[in-house]
């Protein structure tokens, strides 16, 4: 079992729909959790970083955490084309001075006009 | 300013060359990170630096060497090369708890 499972999609939905991405984990000593959004050969660009459990709210984006079930989920309001691109949840137990994150496979999104 | 910089942008080698990825963040963040990218996967953790000290190396072949000069930069050294060695390149810092910044990555083709 991996230590990060994300749904692979491809996920295709039209212009203003809700959008759902999830990702389950097995390592109950993460605490750090981020979610990454990625263009096309590009970078990964950070989304929203949340620790523990709770709820995070930027804008159209809400990053949600459940330790008790090893789940955590971003949701897109409102949705745009320029948000087709490939989403990566990451975590990390934090296990020293540094940051060694555990990426999920990442869920390609397209969003339709 | 989260701007993580890295050069250049698109590189192509062959396999006897030597040749240096750069990376550079003037945020203070005092880890420094390199990744491995192949189409369609996640990142790869390749080497961690720890205020400027390497602390982790995910046995990287030693083709691979990576250098900190100082808290500002990082550089990953290219040696004998394979052809599956093409890949994103991608550099990362973060201020050791926090969340990490990538930049836009290094596009590496080795012919």
């Known amino acids: 079992q991996k230590e990060v499972e994300q749904d692979p999609g491809p996920l295709s939905v039209p212009e203003g729909a809700i959008v759902s991405l999830n990702c389950t984990y097995s390592?109950?000593?993460?605490?750090?959790f981020m979610w990454y959004r990625q263009y096309s050969r590009k970078g990964p660009e950070l989304l929203m970083y949340?620790?523990?459990?709770g709820n995070k709210e930027d804008g159209r984006f809400t990053a949600q955490v459940d330790k008790s079930s090893k789940y955590i989920s971003l949701f897109i309001r409102d949705s745009q084309p320029s948000d087709s691109a490939t989403y990566l949840c990451?975590?990390?137990?934090?296990?020293?001075?540094?940051?060694?994150?555990?990426f999920g496979t990442g869920t390609l999104l397209a969003v339709q006009p | 300013d989260t701007e993580v910089t890295q050069t250049p942008k698109h590189l192509v080698m062959g396999m006897t060359n030597k040749k240096s990825l750069k990376c550079e963040q003037h945020?203070?963040?005092?880890?420094m990170y390199w990744y491995k990218q192949k189409a369609k996967k996640p990142p790869e953790l390749m080497f961690v630096?720890?205020?400027?000290?390497?602390?982790i190396n995910e046995s990287v072949p030693s083709r691979f060497s990576p250098e900190c000069p100082n808290s500002s930069l990082l550089n990953l050294h290219l040696h004998a090369l394979q052809p599956e060695d093409s890949a994103l390149y991608l550099c990362?810092?973060?201020?050791?708890?926090?969340?990490?910044?990538f930049g836009q990555g290094t596009r590496l083709t080795v012919v």
């Open positions: 945020m203070g963040h005092r880890a």
């Open positions: 990362a810092s973060s201020q050791s708890r926090d969340e990490a910044f």
């Open positions: 390592n109950s000593a993460f605490q750090y």
């Open positions: 630096y720890s205020y400027e000290k390497l602390s």
């Open positions: 949340t620790y523990s459990s």
């Open positions: 990451a975590m990390s137990d934090y296990g020293g001075a540094t940051n060694k994150l555990i």
